[in-house]
């Protein structure tokens, strides 16, 4: 099934949730196509654009080489610091978008996102909902939250933790 981008704002929005955030725009939010909360605060925070000044277009599919800059902007609003491993040969780079060439490029070296055929990064395929699924928890694993538990315990059946600013049952 292929992500939308509405949807991939929808998963992504719960990784800022964790993080915690900060609003970088403020400029006036001025899509007319959606309302979404999610959308709302991912373009906050910089990290989602629209198509053009007032449509976000949430119902189109999102493609793999937006995904990779919309991950890779992820990573810049954590102010996670990962190490990228060796390059990664790409048959298709020349076909990525010029705009989305070096967030490709860091995305796949990070383990974020993997080649969609073998060698391949297929820049224009569509990025499916289980591939966003897989790169944002590996987002989410390389980096920290800045709220870490303070206090963790087993109550019952559930487990209670205590972090610096809420305390949660999981």
């Known amino acids: ?17 964790h993080w915690g955030s900060e609003a970088v725009n403020t400029a006036e939010f001025s899509f007319t ?3 979404s909360e999610a959308v709302r605060h ?4 910089g990290i989602v654009r629209g198509k053009d ?3 976000f277009a949430p119902e189109e599919y999102l493609t793999r080489e937006e995904a990779a800059v919309l991950l890779s902007r992820l990573v810049d609003f954590s102010g996670g610091r990962i190490t990228p491993s060796a ?9 990525i978008s010029e705009w989305a060439r070096g967030a490709a490029d860091s995305i796949i070296r990070y383990g974020i996102m993997t080649e969609e ?15 966003a699924m897989k790169s944002l928890q590996k987002l989410a694993d390389l980096i920290p939250t800045k709220y870490e538990p303070v206090e ?4 019952g059946k559930g487990l209670f933790c205590q972090f610096n600013y809420r305390a949660v049952w999981i």
Request: proline share 4%.
């Open 87 to 95: 390059p990664v040969e790409i048959s298709d780079f020349n076909e």
């Open 53 to 55: 000044d007032t449509h």
């Open 152 to 155: 963790t315990k087993k109550i």
């Open 42 to 45: 991912l373009w906050e925070a």
């Open 1 to 17: 099934i292929n992500v939308t981008r509405g949807r991939f704002c929808g998963l992504a929005g719960r990784l800022l949730e």
């Open 117 to 131: 055929e073998k060698g391949k990064f297929v820049p224009q395929g569509t990025y499916t909902v289980q591939q």
């Open 33 to 35: 196509d959606t309302d």
